[in-house]
């Protein structure tokens, strides 16, 4: 069984910083693609983001700049390295997995998926 767990969550000031992990289990599959998601309230969740298990990456418009991916398969952990936030970063983050080894942003492809990590930004 597959399981994503999420950590590195917390509140800081516009400006800050934050490095959220995912430490992954139960893969029995050789390659995965490891994608961030954040839904605020009252928002779709979207795609911030992804990461082949080959390394190629993928940011959202608002991400590119600031936000950083990267992943250490042996550990099968993917970090987020987040710089510059802003209160429009709020958000509940998830990491979720998929085996086709596809960086997209549709969280459709994705089968499984950790249980969220806050993220509070205050001006």
């Known amino acids: 069984e597959v399981q994503l767990v999420e950590s590195g969550g917390g509140s800081v000031q516009a400006g800050g910083s934050l490095r959220l992990s995912c430490a992954a289990s139960?893969?029995?599959?050789?390659?995965?693609?490891i994608a961030w998601f954040r839904q605020a309230p009252g928002k779709k969740r979207d795609g911030v983001s992804s990461?082949?298990?080959?390394?190629?990456?993928d940011y959202s418009d608002s991400a590119k700049g600031r936000f950083t991916i990267s992943r250490d398969n042996a550990k099968n952990a993917v970090y987020l390295q987040m710089n510059s936030l802003q209160p429009e970063d709020t958000a509940v983050y998830y990491c979720?997995?998929?085996?086709?080894?596809?960086?997209?942003?549709?969280?459709?492809?994705?089968?499984?998926w950790g249980q969220g990590t806050q993220v509070t930004v205050s001006s």
């Open positions: 979720a997995a998929n085996p086709y080894n596809l960086g997209v942003f549709d969280d459709q492809v994705y089968d499984f």
């Open positions: 139960g893969f029995t599959r050789a390659k995965y693609a």
């Open positions: 990461i082949t298990h080959d390394g190629l990456k």
